[in-house]
């Protein structure tokens, strides 16, 4: 397959036209960064790393060593055409460090409405360091197999906790909202979804948790959700 060398050391040097590229950003790394902007599907398998026939105009054949890129000018003789990752459900794989995708995101996301840190980077559909550490976290509080992957048994577990957490219930106390206005929320942290705003002087329904951080559970709208103690107080 033709390419065209003044082509390759503009791309590798500049890397014209590619955006979203972090700091020092360089071949060694090139596979993993250019997936992160989007704007390209990691192909894998012999069937494309090992031979340009499949690859098509515009692919960019990046070795795991330093200085060995390809930019593929042309369409080869067995070119299927764009393909698109596979979407998935989640449940439908195992998720554990380094899938990313749809899937991931939604874990992510009922990790943090049970209160469960996920860092900066929060529901960005990568299953990254912080991800791996809240399902063990979970799955430590759940008594179940710590392995920080996302499987059948990981999976019941969370639809138990979500569950649970969904059911409101009474406590006969009171949460006093007396250090002024403050955020309603889907988990016990600032990362938790904002689900509306309690005023000073409000008193809510105890939900009945109170988390490591001081948060208070509350009753929110027929479900359960979290103030923090720096502006409400339990009461009778």
């Known amino acids: 397959m033709e390419t065209d060398c003044s082509a390759l050391v503009r791309v590798c040097c500049a890397f014209a036209g590619i955006l979203g590229l972090p700091e020092g950003f360089r071949t060694g790394n090139m596979p993993g960064n250019l997936s ?3 704007a390209f599907t990691e192909l894998t398998g012999a069937k ?49 460090y380094g899938c990313e995708g749809g899937d991931v995101k939604i874990l992510q996301e009922e990790l943090l409405k049970l209160g469960f840190d996920l860092g900066k980077w929060g529901c960005d559909g990568d299953f990254g360091d912080c991800t791996e550490l809240a399902l063990k976290e ?15 048994q990981t999976l019941a577990a969370l639809r138990d906790a979500l569950s649970a957490l969904e059911d409101v219930k009474p406590t006969g106390k009171t949460v006093l909202i007396s250090g002024g206005n403050c955020y309603i929320r889907t988990a016990p942290n600032t990362t938790g979804k904002i689900l509306g705003v309690a005023h000073n002087g409000d008193k809510l329904p105890y939900g009945g948790e109170t988390s490591d951080g001081g948060w208070l559970m509350i ?8 103030v923090s103690s720096k502006y409400g107080k339990l009461i009778d």
């Open 36 to 38: 992160k902007t989007g």
């Open 219 to 226: 009753e929110h709208d027929g479900q359960n959700a979290w």
């Open 48 to 96: 494309y790393q090992e031979q340009s026939t499949y690859l098509g105009r515009g692919d960019i054949l990046v070795t795991k060593t330093n200085g060995h890129t390809v930019v593929v000018l042309s369409n080869g003789s067995k070119y299927e055409g764009t393909v698109y990752p596979k979407e998935y459900a989640l449940g439908e794989r195992v998720l554990k």
């Open 138 to 152: 979970f799955q430590k509080k759940a008594n179940i197999d710590v392995d920080g992957e996302c499987g059948p």
